[in-house]
């Protein structure tokens, strides 16, 4: 069973399908892993380091698979901010992806490449003057990133070396686990109402399943960062470290949760996601739609031109 489970794994939707027999995908978990755009040969430059093979299609991120410890590092690169643009959106569900459909993958660390900043979340000018086929296709490819991120059958942890407000926050929430640098200048949080746009359910969901209802609503009403002491307090984040071991700890706490039996974790895994990915899966032409009618609003869009303009002025 467990051999089989291994072998089958194409993210927790085939995990739990394969644990409860369940023969229809449209029913289970995760049905909408893409076999179409896997493998997307040719855009992939693969070079072999001894048992760590690098791959990647972009430069703006970068995948480390180690083949002997099984432990794959995917590092974000780009500047200035690694903000997610809809090619990085998309470089990271093909990476994702591509780390799911490898058997000699078991966990994955999340990280920057960048000191000081882990994500600034969504790419706000992909949300500014652009058409609405535009919208369309980057909220869909921001679905597929969380799809791909917290559906993931593999140990996710993100060591969070920055800062990481809204979608950088709704990444490394995604996680299995998240250390953060101890750096009170950096801050991690859902801040979206901040700049007059609200976090769709399932952002809500993901936040909920980490820190609980009470806290998901004071952080969302009022889009609160948080520094790396209050978030551990909240419990967004597990727990802080020197920022200069941020990566090395990871690897640590990475060894802890290999340790458990892969069949045993990624079938609870998959029991404890399972609602919260079905629930997107259901309404998810539903929510690009609302995604593209909202933001394509004049206000909106005023909203966050102002948000943009104030974030250019020198910092005090
Ligand atoms: C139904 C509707 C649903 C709508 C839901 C939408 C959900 C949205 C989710 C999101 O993720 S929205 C994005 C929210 N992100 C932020 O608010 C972060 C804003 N950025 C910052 O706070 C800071 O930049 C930083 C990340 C803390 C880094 O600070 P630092 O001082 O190091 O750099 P800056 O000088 O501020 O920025 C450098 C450069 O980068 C530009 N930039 C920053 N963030 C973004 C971003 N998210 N998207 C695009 N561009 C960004 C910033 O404007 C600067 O540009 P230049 O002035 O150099 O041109």
Redesign the pocket.
Known sequence: MAALLLRTSRGLGACLRVATGCPSPSSCVVAAWSSARWPREGAVAWRTHAQVRHYSSSDKLSIDMDDKTGVAVLKLSNP??????LELLTELAIGLDKLEMNPSCRGVIMTSAHP??F?????????MGKPTEHYREF?RA?QEMWLKLYGSSLVTIAAIN?????????MAMCCDYRLMADNPKY?IG???T??G????FW?RDTMMGVVGTRVTERSLQLGL?YSPAEAVHVGLVDRTVPEETVFEEARTEMARWLKIPDHARQITKSMMRKTTIDHLLAQRDS?IS??A???SKDS?QKSLTA??QA??QP?K
């Open positions: 200035p901010v690694n903000s997610l643009s000081h900043i994500s600034a979340g969504l790419d706000v000018s992909e949300m909220w921001v920055g800062s990481s407000p809204a979608g950088g926050c709704l801050s859902l801040n979206e901040k700049l746009i609200v976090a769709p952002f960062m929510d609302n995604f009618n909202f933001i909106i948000y943009m974030l250019r910092k």
